[in-house]
């Protein structure tokens, strides 16, 4: 059997005197696709953050890509999430001064690839994600819908190995939602990479391989969907 993508082990986390997450642990396998739930507070985004490597958990283990995270660097972190990693996070992702085409080349741009080649792509990702129209518009003129579409698109040209997503599509009506999700759970089931998506809305979670409901921090509950 193949190595896990991502352990959490009694993960706890506070923020001054604000409990977020109270020993929370997980595993998630390559190719799965984990929905995370749970109301308003409960702690989802600090676990995603937790897993991204952004914060360093007060206590609990984190293991990346079958390496422990405790002894690694901010810039290794930054490494190993570019390379391997794709996050669409919940807030204000993209990077203000660049149209929405160079958010999109960023993480090639970023790799020293040719730069025609990764606008090329980023066009073609755009295109995928019903945004070509922005590849020319700044993040402050589009609305969160379209700033969404913007993250995901750029979330999937590095072909990554774990994707973490946070309400990816909680600004975009039900059917564009619909869509934009059906291309990550596409992506992810068709490159076997792993997706984990935080959501509000049932009808996202009901289409993951396992669903983890928060509750103040805790794992609730823990249901295999098929
Ligand atoms: N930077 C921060 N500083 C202080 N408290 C924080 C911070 N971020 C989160 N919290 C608190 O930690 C708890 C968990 O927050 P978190 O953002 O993980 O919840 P969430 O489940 O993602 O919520 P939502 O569904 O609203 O996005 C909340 O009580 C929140 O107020
Ligand atoms: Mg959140």
Known sequence: MSQPILVLEGIEHAYHRTVAVRGVSLTVQ??????????????????????AGLIRPQSGTVRLFDQPMEGVGDDDRARLRRSKLSLVLQFGQLVTELNGLDN?????????????????LAFSWLERCGAEALA????????????????????????PQLILADEPTGSLDSIGGRELLDLMIGEAR?????????????????????????????????????
């Open 30 to 51: 390559p190719g799965e696709i984990l929905a995370i739930t749970g109301p308003s507070g409960c702690g989802k985004s600090t676990v995603l953050h937790i897993a």
């Open 104 to 120: 999109v080349a960023l993480p090639l741009l970023l790799d020293g690839h040719d730069p025609r080649e990764a606008r090329r």
């Open 136 to 159: 020319e518009v700044e993040p402050p003129e589009m609305s969160g819908g379209q700033a969404q579409r913007v993250a995901v698109a750029r979330s999937l040209i590095t072909s």
């Open 190 to 226: 068709g490159s076997g990479a792993a997706l984990i998506v935080v959501t509000h809305d049932n009808s996202v979670a009901a289409r993951a391989d396992r669903e983890i409901r928060l509750l103040d921090g805790v794992i609730a509950s823990e249901a295999v969907l098929v």
